[in-house]
């Protein structure tokens, strides 16, 4: 079934540790996003993609990296885990046309103790 | 950039009732605004969506008006039901370059059997 997948769904980690969020569509969608959002609090973008090799940061400010080498796939890189990074990060994708719908992945539960 | 504002940020009504969220925008060139409901511990899904060009949207029991001149929109769900409740996130996105969704800070809508 086409859907948005992001994996873990839970992770718990010590701070200093790096960590990657993984995100994958089956959609065919160009373009993809990741949104942190704080549990039933408002979506921030933090990253976004058009297409292949192309990344641009988002509204928020973010200390993660993001890469979009295959157009499914759309991972999220925190090099040194904080527990200000503690959050719920969204993967989103869209398709090509202007101000197509967004279709949200289940989400990571991100805890940096 | 666009700014999104929405209110109330809580609201609880009879089942049965109508319930209405708002939302205001800065940026008058946006010419999108979709409206997400998310439920708890699950991914925000699109419920309905308008583009500048028409003023009001219904899908069933779910209508959504624009008024492109006061640059508010408003969600509009009749014959609440307990399936209702949920958050709902207003947002709006322009084009050519500004298409990015601004989210406003979302509405808490609790359906009271």
């Known amino acids: 079934e086409a859907d948005i997948y992001q994996t873990p769904r839970y992770l718990v980690i010590g701070t200093g540790k790096k960590i990657t969020l993984e995100c994958s569509q089956t959609?065919?969608?160009?373009?993809m996003y990741w949104y942190q959002q704080d549990p039933g609090m408002e979506l921030h973008l933090i990253h976004y993609?058009?297409?292949?090799?192309?990344?641009e940061k988002g509204d928020l400010s973010s200390e993660s990296t993001v890469s979009r080498i295959r157009t499914e796939h759309f991972p999220l890189t925190l090099e040194s885990a904080r527990p200000s990074h503690t959050s719920q990060y969204l993967c989103?994708?869209?398709?090509?046309?202007?101000?197509?719908?967004?279709?949200f992945g289940n989400g990571t539960r991100l805890t940096v103790t | 950039g666009e700014n999104v504002e929405q209110h109330p940020s809580t609201l609880s009504v009879q089942e049965g009732d109508s319930a209405v969220i708002k939302c205001t925008y800065s940026?008058?060139?946006?010419?999108?605004f979709p409206w997400y409901k998310q439920e708890l511990g699950k991914r925000p899904q699109l419920i309905i969506d308008?583009?500048?060009?028409?003023g009001e949207k219904k899908d069933q029991r779910i209508a959504v008006t624009l008024n492109k001149t006061a640059k508010h929109f408003s969600l509009h769900i009749t014959e609440t039901q307990p399936e209702d409740s949920a958050v709902y996130f207003c947002?709006?996105?322009?084009?050519?370059?500004?298409?990015?969704?601004?989210f406003g800070t979302g509405t808490r809508l609790t359906i009271i059997p």
């Open positions: 989103a994708s869209s398709r090509r046309p202007n101000n197509s719908p967004l279709h």
């Open positions: 959609m065919g969608h160009d373009k």
């Open positions: 993609s058009y297409g292949v090799n192309s990344t």
């Open positions: 940026d008058s060139a946006s010419n999108y």
């Open positions: 308008i583009r500048s060009n028409v």
């Open positions: 947002a709006a996105s322009g084009n050519f370059g500004n298409e990015k969704l601004t």
